[in-house]
T-cell receptor, first 111, second 111 residues
Framework: NAGVTQTPKFRVLKTGQSMTLLCAQD?????MYWYRQDPGMGLRLIHY???????AKGEVPDGYNVSRLKKQNFLLGLESAAPSQTSVYFC??????????FGNGTRLTVT | ELKVEQNPLFLSMQEGKNYTIYCNYS?????LYWYRQDPGKSLESLFV?????AVKQEGRLMASLDTKARLSTLHITAAVHDLSATYFC???????????FGKGTRLHILP
């Protein structure tokens, strides 16, 4: 039972580079979320999706884009990485009335 | 816009003692979650509270929800060292599907 899988686990980028983080879930969940976690800040919602083909902005969407072309996948893109985007990124999925199921996180460093 | 506030943000307590973590939220929320996170790990679901007056218990942890006061509590009974972790509450809905987290309570239980 894979649950929620995030790739990659670690990544180092130079300022201005781009990358895509992949989140895949095998639980047929409708809802998927991307959060970033920084020390002392808790988890902050970047973008989320309530179904295939739909996305919406969260608390801190600037500098990120997302796509949900397939129900099981939710991609987070950084078009031009900045040092302020150094963080741990968590993907989560859920269905109505159930808890969020989290992936193991991606540790991103932007130099 | 939903805001979630936890207090305290840091708690150091002795084994065997009882304590409560508080989670206040700013607007109507139709679901309240509690999660645990160990250092360097992902988040693990503890409780989902879906209605006013809901109370759930698992071992030494008990969570409750008062929607009129916009308050959830996580009560720890006779703390043991293994409960040392960071605890997060999160709220969602009812008018949108965002799930917003508090900043977390870092709990340190001294032997």
């Amino acid at each position: 039972n894979a649950g929620v899988t995030q790739t990659p686990k670690f990544r180092v980028l130079k300022t201005g580079q781009s990358m895509t983080l992949l989140c895949a879930q095998d639980m047929n969940h409708e809802y998927m979320y991307w959060y970033r976690q920084d020390p002392g800040m808790g988890l902050r919602l970047i973008h989320y999706s309530v179904g295939e083909g739909t996305t919406a902005k969260g608390e801190v969407p600037d500098g990120y884009n997302v796509s949900r072309l397939k129900k099981q996948n939710f991609l987070l893109g950084l078009e031009s990485a900045a040092p302020s985007q150094t963080s741990v990124y968590f993907c989560a999925s859920t269905t109505s009335g159930s808890p969020l199921h989290f992936g193991n996180g991606t540790r991103l460093t932007v130099t | 816009e939903l805001k979630v506030e936890q207090n305290p943000l840091f708690l150091s307590m002795q084994e065997g003692k009882n304590y409560t973590i508080y989670c206040n939220y700013s607007t109507t929320s139709d679901r309240l979650y509690w999660y645990r996170q160990d250092p360097g790990k992902s988040l693990e679901s503890l409780f989902v509270l879906l209605s006013n007056g809901a109370v759930k218990q698992e071992g030494r942890l008990m969570a409750s929800l008062d929607t009129k006061a916009r308050l959830s509590t996580l009560h720890i009974t006779a703390a043991v060292h293994d409960l040392s972790a960071t605890y997060f509450c999160a709220g969602g809905g009812p008018r949108d599907d965002k799930i917003i987290f508090g900043k977390g309570t870092r709990l340190h239980i001294l032997p």
